[in-house]
């Protein structure tokens, strides 16, 4: 791929991005649910992180909450 060609597609994949996180904007009131949305899309965290402006590591980590068991609890 050529220098420009590989421009172009960097730029389209960004405007993809920011159509992504308005349409998640919209729905998705808080940060975990739209993660929870892409990852269920099957996105990896890095791809997440892009679309959401966040680091992959803050997306794993809301990612590995919503796996964990919930315990029952004091009782």
Do not use: H, W
């Not at 791929?1 to 960097?10: G, I, K």
């Not at 996105?43 to 590995?64: C, D, F, M, Q, W």
């Amino acid at each position: 791929m050529n220098d420009l060609a590989e421009e172009q597609t960097v730029d389209l994949a960004r405007r993809l991005d920011v159509l992504i996180f308005l349409q998640l904007d919209q729905n998705c009131p808080s940060m975990t649910e739209k993660v929870q949305k892409l990852s269920q899309a099957g996105l990896s965290s890095a791809e997440i992180g892009r679309v959401v402006g966040k680091p992959s590591n803050y997306v794993t980590a809301i990612r590995s909450r919503g796996k964990k068991p919930k315990g029952k609890g004091k009782q």
